[in-house]
């Protein structure tokens, strides 16, 4: 495999999957709390390492150098993985209306900061459905995935992840015609949920049958502040058979299964822990601290990441390392957790807030 030449921050901190995979299993308690992202944006990987942006736009050869800026960075701040996604064509949110643009204000700003639009999108009716040129399983695309598995430095995995089952139809419908279409064409709903449960099934088969994947990780918002986003017994009707699905698949392959998911799910956590996630990432200090979640859900599941992204943005460097310090405090007895920001490392985070916290996590997060 080709290594890349990077100076590590932290040098005593090798990649070690393995490490990650005890945390993800609550089998064992590792040597050191391991860290864990859903991803980090494009902006923050090139500060880090002090490189110019790179996008995944363009021919392969544009791709590739990306995948290899994201390696460099993952070796440099001490991850154990790389993230990365199939490619899954005919999934376009980008249709007509349905997604919106502005200027980006944020530190690390990018050309355009994009939205999907709430008020509509690319399936209406039925007829859309039928119509909408939903892919075959043969279709999608694992090349990046390939490309990291043959350029894996020594002791990484990749993280396999895709959109979820209920943010993709959100987002091919819109959220509000989505919310009506649950009260006026259940038919409809049936049918979306059907035709992208079925291809994220056949998906995450693939992703875990992989053996450069350690894990695979379904990013699929729920809820909001104040609860779920529809109603407990309609995700119990439409959305956990089919997440169900997907942790069984990663389950047959002896894969773990992982779940990000932002909102306040309390109403959902004993189902979601009975569909066979295996940890949960994403959490908000407004309505569940994550050392509120080792406690409540420690000893069933793995909990993942934690450090309030508002804090991180908006606190100094001093107050990140000792909030840093005290999520470490609580969430490290036992084992079963792993390091990193509540939702991801955005572009509005500043980099020396998202360094400090790791490296709090390096100075603290030592079991032996």
Not at 32 to 58: H, K
Not at 102 to 124: C, F, H, K, V
Not at 158 to 177: D, H, K, N, R, S
Not at 203 to 232: C, E, H, N, W
Request: charged share 20%.
């Amino acid at each position: 495999m080709k290594q890349e030449r990077v100076t590590p921050l932290w040098p005593d901190r090798q990649p070690d999957f393995d490490r990650l995979a005890k945390v993800f299993w609550g089998t064992e308690i590792p040597d050191v709390v391991p860290f864990v992202e859903l991803f980090a944006d494009q902006e923050i990987v090139a500060s880090v390492l002090g490189e110019p942006v790179m996008y995944a736009v363009g021919d392969r050869a544009a791709r590739e150098a990306m995948l290899q800026q994201r390696i460099r960075f993952c070796l440099t701040v001490g991850y154990d993985y790389v993230w990365a996604y199939p490619v899954i064509p005919g999934l376009q949110v980008g249709i007509g209306e349905s997604i919106l643009t502005g200027q980006d204000t944020a530190s690390l700003a990018r050309p355009m900061r994009t939205w999907i639009n709430e008020a509509r999108g690319a399936i209406a009716t039925m007829e859309d459905c039928e119509r909408y040129p939903w892919p075959a399983p043969s279709e999608v695309d694992y090349a990046d995935i390939e490309y990291l598995a043959a350029n894996l430095p020594d002791g990484m995995k990749i993280m396999g992840t895709t959109t979820g089952i209920m943010e993709w139809v959100m987002w091919l419908m819109g959220f509000v015609p989505f919310s009506e279409a649950l009260y006026d064409q259940p038919e409809l709903i049936e049918a979306m949920f059907k035709h992208i449960g079925d291809l994220l099934a056949a998906v995450y088969d693939t992703l875990a049958s992989m053996p450069a994947v350690g894990a695979v990780f379904l990013g699929d918002d729920m809820g909001y502040r104040q609860g779920t986003f529809i109603k407990p017994q309609q995700m119990r009707q439409y959305i956990f058979p089919r997440q169900q699905r997907l942790a069984e698949a990663a389950h047959a392959h002896g894969k773990p299964f992982l779940l990000h998911s932002c909102g306040n799910l309390t109403a959902v956590m004993d189902d979601l822990i009975g569909i066979g996630i295996d940890g949960k990432h994403s959490y908000e200090d407004i309505y569940l601290p994550v050392a509120e979640a080792k406690r409540l859900y420690g000893d069933r599941i793995s909990i993942l990441g934690g450090v309030d992204v508002d804090m991180l943005t908006r606190s100094s460097e001093d107050d990140v390392r000792v909030y840093t310090r005290r999520v470490l405090e609580a969430c490290m007895p036992g084992g079963g957790y792993a390091l990193g920001t509540g939702n991801s490392v955005a572009n509005y985070i500043p980099t020396r807030n998202y360094l400090a916290m790791l490296d709090e996590g390096v100075k603290v997060g030592r079991y032996q």
